[in-house]
């Protein structure tokens, strides 16, 4: 195999991400030099409906026939374009807990993704809801029960499926027990085979058949791979998933450039690595510099014999199959029924409203206490600011706004006790240390539900704040609505 042979079957094998919302020199003079094949979107790409579609026009004119453009659109506050119909986080859903409703969402989103140009979906997640401490997860799960976990994922992906979108569930083996987020530390969970089988496992194996892909998880099981993390580890890749679960769908890694990888092996190494253990794609962005060092990484080792090129072309394979059921193009996307899917989203969401400890909405004079603004983690969207906040009650309402640069800070003695009804909204995703003695009145979590853990005070949960919770919390704020959700993990319930 020549080193230009090896090039273009390394092509093959990598996904990569471009800078702008449209094709810059540097963009094209890559996709002309090699026949890359899949590109990953994220927020900084999208420029509303027509900006990306015609993004989405212009890859899919550069990569070809077997195209492949991908997003993280899982719903809730992991939702890149938001110029769509927006879903509920998987969270609000499992306190619905309909299949039905589920389903329906699922193909909603798979509608205004087609709209768009995508045809793979990075979602459901399949991590179980386990480990309120988690500082990554949370809201995106389903359920705290696997076999819940399964069956609404399957009806969330039988929807996005029969619309022409693939699904690609996520974290294998299982990244709901972490205290550490991938983006930025290598987490470990100190768990046997037996007991990832007992719970994380379940809902892979539940899914294996009906999954047309599955994403890795950069964690380390030191019982199982005490040097490796899933993503780089052929016990996990090959052993664990194909061999003994038998999933044979498209395996993609979670993006090498998250500080769990990057900061140890690099951006290709890395991606040398997954490709040995049984991964057929991996999702390399960064520089154009950094992808093309990928691209020859591989292409050395499938010259050296490192990476099998039988192996890569089974892989090769494989993504092409996906591609070929479910093909890039820019989909109609009717007026009437876009109106449907957005009438669907409000419903869910006011649906899915849960009230703790006999929440109700405050009367009278309230003091609202907030985050002023709350930047993206570089998972989730940026949380809601305080003049965001501001906008779920009328103008005119009496309330005196507590405005802070970080509730992390917050202290008892920061909030007044002076009959005024004390109002948390909080509208940023980490935990509370030391809120058991706040004087608060209601508590509105807007993001992490688990913040209720930490603060035994009536709550609303609403499971996230995109534009259709809003408005279903604004009619609750009125008395408009009565919040009927449950939540799906029985800690909160309590």
């Given at each position: 195999m020549t080193h230009n042979e090896a090039?273009?079957?390394?092509?093959?094998?990598?996904?990569?991400?471009?800078?702008?919302?449209?094709l810059d020199a540097a963009t094209e003079g890559l996709l002309a030099r090699y026949p890359l094949r899949a590109v990953c979107l994220f927020r900084r790409n999208l420029s509303g409906v027509a900006g990306t579609r015609a993004l989405c026009a212009a890859l899919h004119e550069r990569l070809g026939a077997k195209a492949l453009i991908a997003i993280d659109q899982e719903g809730g506050a992991v939702s890149r374009a938001t110029f769509i119909p927006v879903a509920p986080s998987a969270m609000a859903l499992g306190s619905i807990g309909s299949s039905e409703r589920a389903e329906q969402i699922g193909a909603a989103v798979a509608r205004g993704l087609a709209h768009l140009g995508v045809n793979w979906n990075f979602a459901p997640v399949l991590d179980v809801n386990n480990n309120p401490a988690n500082p990554v997860i949370g809201e995106r799960s389903f359920s705290e029960n696997p076999d819940e976990v399964a069956r609404l994922a399957s009806a969330w992906m039988a929807g996005s499926l029969r619309e022409g979108v693939a699904c690609c569930v996520k974290h294998f083996p299982g990244h709901g027990d972490t205290h550490e987020d991938s983006h930025h530390a290598l987490p470990q969970v100190d768990k046997s085979l037996a007991e990832l089988e007992a719970l994380e496992l379940r809902p892979f194996r539940a899914l294996k058949d009906q999954a047309p892909a599955l994403m890795t998880a950069h964690i380390v099981y030191p019982q199982l791979d005490a040097e490796l993390p899933a993503t780089l580890s052929s016990f996990f890749l090959t052993e664990l998933l194909r061999q003994r679960i038998g999933f044979a769908g498209v395996v993609i890694t979670d993006a090498l450039m998250m500080r769990a990888i990057a900061d140890r092996w690099g951006h290709a190494k890395a991606a040398v690595l997954a490709l040995q253990a049984g991964a057929d794609l991996v999702l390399a962005q960064g520089t154009v510099d950094e992808q093309v060092a990928t691209?020859?990484?591989?292409?050395?080792?499938?010259?050296?014999?490192?990476?099998?090129?039988?192996?890569?072309?089974?892989?090769?394979?494989?993504?092409?199959?996906?591609?070929?059921?479910?093909?890039?193009?820019?989909?109609?996307?009717?007026?009437?029924?876009?109106?449907?899917?957005?009438?669907?989203?409000?419903?869910?969401?006011?649906?899915?409203?849960?009230?703790?400890?006999?929440?109700?909405?405050?009367?009278?004079?309230?003091?609202?206490?907030?985050?002023?603004?709350?930047?993206?983690?570089?998972?989730s969207e940026a949380g809601l600011s305080a003049e965001e906040v501001a906008t779920l009650w009328p103008a005119g309402a009496d309330i005196e706004w507590l405005h802070v640069p970080d509730l992390g800070q917050l202290r008892v003695a920061d909030i007044p006790r002076d009959g005024r009804v004390n109002v948390l909204v909080s509208n940023r995703r980490g935990r509370y240390a030391e809120a058991a003695n706040w004087p608060v009145d209601l508590h509105i979590a807007l993001w992490n539900p688990f913040q209720a853990l930490d603060l035994p005070v009536p709550t609303l949960l609403s499971w996230g704040y995109q534009r259709p919770m809003l408005a279903a919390l604004r009619r609750w704020l009125a008395g408009e609505l009565q919040a009927q959700g449950k939540a799906p993990v029985a800690a909160l319930e309590q």
């Open positions: 090039l273009q079957l390394a092509a093959q094998l990598v996904m990569i991400d471009v800078p702008g919302t449209a691209l020859e990484a591989v292409a050395d080792a499938l010259q050296d014999g490192r990476i099998a090129v039988n192996a890569a072309q089974q892989a090769v394979a494989r993504v092409d199959a996906l591609a070929a059921r479910y093909p890039a193009a820019l989909r109609d996307y009717p007026d009437a029924q876009r109106v449907a899917d957005e009438a669907l989203m409000h419903e869910t969401c006011a649906a899915a409203l849960t009230a703790l400890r006999g929440a109700q909405a405050p009367r009278g004079a309230l003091r609202v206490i907030t985050q002023k603004a709350v930047v993206s983690d570089g998972v």
